[in-house]
């Protein structure tokens, strides 16, 4: 397909178990976007990637959190030692451009419920 | 720091009814302006975005929002809402200057559209 996509779609862990979420973004599209969505609230940012360069991971809420992109194109998000509080929809955004003016086109999302 | 303030949690409307979503920032510095919108169980979808020139900005769907410096407020408006239009709608701010790029949201607004 031609947008963005991430899988799984769903994801069910138990306290402490690593997860690992992916994200296809549009081919050609430089930059990649990493937020968390919790219930009831906007997006916010927790990481940005400029082709396989992590630019800014200020948004990365402890070190148990860490963001990808080898290749410069698909990249993962990986929980380690998932906490209740890591329950949340993760949503991946891709941009041709590197500035703010492009516009992010968001991927479905993956809802990570911990247990 | 950029900061975005959604005023209304939720709003009812009747189908055909005029609708107005409010929408204040805080910046120090110049800023792009967004709107989001999220249909149940979907990514996050443009709907327009104003970057400079003309404030009035006109989106997809009917929908047109107005940039107002001195009042910093972006807020969204549709002349006759559709059911269709049943949706949460965020709106988000960047700034132009920024190498992260990265987007700060509000916490939503649910547009709920009586028959």
């Known amino acids: 397909g031609a947008g963005v996509s991430q899988s799984p779609r769903y994801k069910v862990a138990k306290r402490g178990q690593d997860v690992a979420l992916r994200c296809d973004p549009i081919s050609g599209h430089v930059s990649l976007f990493w937020y968390q969505q919790a219930l009831g609230q906007g997006p916010e940012f927790l990481t940005y990637?400029?082709?396989?360069?992590?630019?800014?991971k200020s948004g990365l809420p402890s070190d148990r959190f860490f963001a990808e992109r080898p290749e410069g194109s698909v990249s993962t998000l990986k929980i380690q030692r998932t906490q209740q509080e890591d329950s949340a929809v993760y949503l991946c955004?891709?941009?041709?451009?590197?500035?703010?003016?492009?516009?992010?086109?968001f991927g479905p999302g993956t809802r990570l419920t911990v247990l | 720091a950029q900061s975005v303030t959604q005023l209304d949690s939720q709003v009812p409307v009747f189908e055909e009814a005029p609708v107005e979503l409010r929408c204040n920032y805080s910046?120090?510095?110049?800023?792009?302006l967004f709107w989001y919108v999220q249909y149940p169980n979907q990514g996050l979808q443009l709907l327009l975005k104003?970057?400079?020139?003309?404030?009035l900005v006109k989106g997809i769907n009917g929908f047109e929002a107005e940039f107002n410096k001195s009042q910093t407020s972006f807020h969204l408006r549709k002349p006759s809402v559709h059911i269709s239009d049943t949706a949460e709608y965020f709106c988000?701010?960047?700034?132009?200057?920024?190498?992260?790029?990265?987007?700060?949201f509000g916490s939503g607004t649910r547009l709920s559209i009586r028959p």
């Open positions: 955004a891709s941009s041709l451009q590197g500035q703010g003016a492009g516009t992010q086109y």
């Open positions: 104003y970057l400079s020139g003309s404030t």
């Open positions: 910046s120090s510095v110049s800023v792009y």
């Open positions: 990637f400029q082709n396989e360069a992590q630019l800014d």
């Open positions: 988000a701010v960047s700034a132009p200057d920024s190498s992260a790029s990265k987007i700060i």
